[in-house]
């Protein structure tokens, strides 16, 4: 049977039984738990030390109404990074190549920091989309434009974060499969291209952490414009 390109985007299944809940809960047994000692191992002590980088920088820009996000935010970062990272590995399923799972993120959290925006500042939110200094015969087609580009904004969060995971796999995968038809026939081109192959895997890695870390952080950004 011939296998397509897409096949590796498809839920794996055991006996029926979709196993991506398993892709999706299996990344949190990777983390170590933290503990109450006043010195810890190496891994607990980077993973403390990034977390709470991770939490300046993101928190510094917004008031005290956007720290309550934090622990929510971080939560969605690690996540994403390691469902990323380990849906490089081979007989692996990456969750976050599925649309509708990045969607299920976008969405609500996008709606929400929308209904924030609205309760507590309805006039500032609502401001938002009338940029200042309007020329009134363009009032009625900005006004349009910029209800459009809300809207557009978590199916732009959840896309791009699906077209760069499969873009990345599916190019991944074409160099893997020249370099082993190639291998038999001409062994210094299937050489170049696995190290091609090679230098790809090390972007995918770096693709996978900043996705995901642009996905939260253009979250912060909509939640900075609400707070």
Do not use: C
């Not at 607990?44 to 956007?66: D, E, H, K, V």
């Not at 609205?118 to 401001?127: D, E, F, V, Y």
């Not at 082993?180 to 996978?208: G, K, N, Q």
């Amino acid at each position: 049977m011939i296998m397509s390109f897409f096949d590796q985007f498809l839920s794996p299944s055991l006996i029926g039984i979709p196993l991506i809940a398993l892709a999706i809960l299996i990344p949190w047994l990777t983390f170590p738990t933290p503990t109450s000692r006043w010195l810890n191992n190496r891994l607990i002590t980077i993973q403390a030390w990034s977390i709470n980088r991770f939490i300046y920088q993101l928190m510094q820009p917004m008031n005290l109404g956007g720290h309550k996000w934090a622990m929510l935010l971080t939560a969605l970062l690690l996540f994403l990074i390691t469902i990323n990272l380990l849906g490089l590995l081979p007989y692996t399923f990456t969750p976050t190549t599925q649309l509708s799972l990045n969607m299920a993120f976008a969405l609500p959290l996008w709606l929400t920091t929308v209904m924030i925006g609205m309760l507590n500042q309805p006039t500032i939110a609502l401001g938002h989309l009338l940029p200042e200094g309007t020329p009134t015969p363009l009032v009625p087609i900005l006004i349009i434009i910029e209800t459009i580009s809300l809207f557009i904004r978590p199916l732009a969060l959840g896309v791009r974060l699906t077209a760069n995971l499969t873009a990345g796999h599916l190019l991944m995968q074409l160099i893997a499969t020249a370099a082993f038809v190639l291998l038999t026939i001409m062994p210094t081109v299937a050489l170049l291209t696995s190290m091609v192959l090679f230098l790809l895997t090390i972007l995918e890695v770096a693709v996978a952490m900043i996705q995901a870390y642009v996905f939260v952080l253009l979250l912060s950004l909509y939640l900075q414009e609400n707070v």
